[in-house]
């Protein structure tokens, strides 16, 4: 992980985005050029023609970059192993705007595991820190898709809750000294 200072890029190949912060889908057309901003948890804020993108991890390849690293268990995991990669795995899940994830702002308020079968499904309840955050649908598909790769998990439902409500006290201190609210 990174953090990008303006560091210039050519998209190799066309590649889906999400506008920041409207969360609408759009592509990004190979030979387009533009500049890393933020790359925080294999996923990517690039600014393009005066707008913010965010292009995920899987295609990293379009900006020149290596995709992030799959997670792993030991063998025979235990469901509290699998929580805790699942908890990892959502510290990858950034807001395109703000350098922290979602775990260390306080968004994710819980995080359980549920047998099903031979597998698992996780449940998740997270918040946004405003009601009308245009990137929730992408935050809440991102933690999906993430909480999704580890393995022995078959679904991952993350839910939006508004209760309790996001407060700046539910960041962790160093989220908290890196935005300065001290």
Same mark, same amino acid.
């Given at each position: ?7 210039p ?6 590649v ?11 592509k ?16 990517f ?7 913010l ?28 192993d699998?929580?805790?990669v ?16 979602? %775990? $260390?702002l306080? #968004? !994710?308020y819980?995080?359980?595991?549920? /047998?099903?079968?031979?597998? +698992? ?8 820190t ?12 991102d ?5 999704r790769?580890?393995?022995? %998990? $078959?679904?991952? #439902? !993350?839910?939006?809750?508004w209760?309790? /409500?996001?407060?700046?006290? +539910?960041m ?5 000294l890196?935005?300065?609210f001290?």
């Open positions: 992980m990174y953090r990008a200072d303006n560091e890029v050519n998209f190799t190949r066309d889906d985005a999400v506008i920041v912060p409207a969360g609408v889908n759009v990004l057309r190979q030979g387009q050029q533009g500049y890393i901003t933020q790359a925080l948890g294999g996923s804020t690039v600014y393009v023609e005066g707008n993108f965010r292009i995920a991890g899987k295609d990293a390849d379009a900006l020149g970059k290596e995709p992030a690293e799959t997670p792993e268990l030991p063998p025979n995991a235990s469901d509290e699998v929580k805790q699942a908890w990892q795995q959502m510290k990858g899940c950034y807001d395109p705007e703000i350098p922290i994830n979602i %775990v $260390d306080g #968004l !994710v819980e995080c359980e595991v549920i /047998p099903e079968g031979d597998g +698992r499904v996780l449940s998740i309840k997270m918040t946004l405003a009601p009308g955050c245009g990137m929730g649908d992408v935050l809440k598909a933690a999906e898709s993430r909480v790769a580890v393995p022995g %998990v $078959d679904d991952a #439902l !993350v839910e939006i809750v209760d309790p /409500p996001w407060d700046q006290s +539910r962790s201190e160093p989220a908290r890196e935005l300065g001290f």
